[in-house]
């Protein structure tokens, strides 16, 4: 039995090259000793910047701290330490971070930023001999080809509403997707991706949120049933 578990249309990147001539991008780059374009996007240092480039995303982008939290919560779970779960992280750049279940990530949310940095410029950590993250250019859908799961469940708000305990807890070898941003609807093309939609919570959950509930309710068969 293994979870597939992807974030998808995380607000993962590095500073898109239209404002990483703006003063607010410069400044904490030369703060950190690094070039504009080689530090990741972030809403905490990069707002103003967002906000005038972007004025119809600036709620949305520069959010790795989304993705932080989602796989602290995923990446020590029971599920992964039993090597029922994979984990997956895709962009919406069309980025997808492929993670072994044997990495151990940095808790300390600066240290987190620099590790994925060096992946975007390196695509692969430590190296290519021991490959723990790996940064491949791939759609949500060509992810989910090469996964091939037996079913492939989106977590949205517009889904149908179901109990998770009841919804995941007995399928098998499945991939569910949940979104990697904190406002809006999916970029990908989820409903042709997906073969269902469900909603677990009447309100909106944070992504590492939905993600517990997922792999304890996975957790309940594949690891105490």
């Known amino acids: 039995m293994t979870l597939h578990l992807i974030l998808a249309d995380s607000e993962l990147e590095l500073v898109p090259q239209p404002i990483q001539g703006h003063p607010a991008v410069v400044r904490h780059a030369k703060e950190r000793g690094k070039r504009p374009?080689?530090?990741?996007?972030?809403?905490?240092?990069?707002?103003?910047?967002?906000r005038v480039k972007y004025p119809d995303?600036?709620?949305?982008?520069?959010?790795?701290d989304i993705v932080h939290h989602f796989l602290m919560v995923a990446m020590e779970s029971v599920l992964n330490k039993e090597g029922h779960l994979r984990v997956y992280v895709h962009t919406r750049n069309d980025q997808v971070i492929f993670l072994d279940p044997e990495v151990r990530l940095p808790r300390a949310?600066?240290?987190?930023?620099?590790?994925?940095?060096?992946l975007f410029?390196?695509?692969?950590?430590?190296?290519?001999?021991?490959?723990l993250?790996?940064?491949?250019?791939?759609?949500?859908?060509?992810?989910?080809?090469?996964?091939s799961p037996r079913e492939t469940v989106v977590l949205a708000e517009w889904g149908e509403r179901v109990n998770p305990r009841e919804a995941f807890a007995?399928?098998?070898?499945?991939?569910?997707?949940?979104?990697?941003?904190?406002?809006?609807?999916?970029?990908?093309?989820?409903?042709?991706?997906a073969d269902r939609a469900?909603?677990?919570?009447?309100?909106?959950?944070?992504?590492?949120?939905?993600?517990?509930?997922?792999?304890?309710?996975?957790?309940?068969?594949?690891?105490?049933?």
């Open 121 to 131: 410029n390196n695509r692969v950590l430590p190296d290519k001999a021991n490959p």
């Open 170 to 193: 007995y399928l098998r070898d499945c991939a569910v997707i949940i979104g990697g941003f904190p406002h809006g609807d999916f970029l990908s093309d989820v409903r042709s991706i």
């Open 109 to 118: 949310y600066h240290r987190f930023v620099g590790l994925m940095e060096a």
């Open 57 to 64: 995303e600036a709620e949305r982008r520069g959010r790795p």
């Open 133 to 147: 993250l790996t940064l491949k250019e791939m759609t949500l859908a060509e992810l989910i080809g090469q996964i």
């Open 37 to 50: 374009s080689t530090v990741l996007l972030d809403a905490n240092y990069h707002h103003r910047a967002i």
């Open 198 to 225: 469900v909603s677990i919570y009447d309100g909106t959950l944070m992504a590492w949120v939905a993600a517990y509930e997922v792999i304890a309710s996975y957790e309940s068969t594949a690891v105490f049933g």
